[in-house]
């Protein structure tokens, strides 16, 4: 029996916004972490851009793009 299509999960990050050691975890090697304040800040230091945080009408086009 064919199984049916119900949906789709789309999910990211952007870069920057969830690095290893972040509060709410992270997977490294297919195993979750717990956060790690020092990991997080040499992953910081590391970043050779900004974090990118989308405004609100970047989100909207994000949202109509998926839709």
Same mark, same amino acid.
């Given at each position: 029996?064919?199984?049916? +299509?119900?949906?789709?999960?789309?999910?990211? #990050?952007?870069?920057?916004?969830? @690095?290893?050691? %972040?509060?709410?975890?992270? /997977?490294? !090697?297919? #195993?979750? @972490?717990? &956060? !790690? %304040?020092? @990991?997080? *800040?040499? !992953? $910081?230091? $590391? $970043?050779? *851009?900004? &974090? /990118?945080? +989308? %405004?609100?009408?970047?989100?909207?086009? /994000?949202?109509?793009?998926? @839709?």
């Amino acid at each position: 029996m064919a199984k049916k +299509l119900i949906g789709y999960m789309i999910t990211w #990050t952007t870069y920057g916004t969830w @690095l290893q050691g %972040d509060k709410r975890g992270y /997977v490294k !090697n297919g #195993t979750i @972490l717990p &956060a !790690n %304040d020092k @990991l997080k *800040f040499a !992953n $910081q230091k $590391q $970043q050779k *851009f900004q &974090a /990118v945080k +989308l %405004d609100s009408s970047q989100k909207h086009i /994000v949202h109509k793009a998926i @839709l």
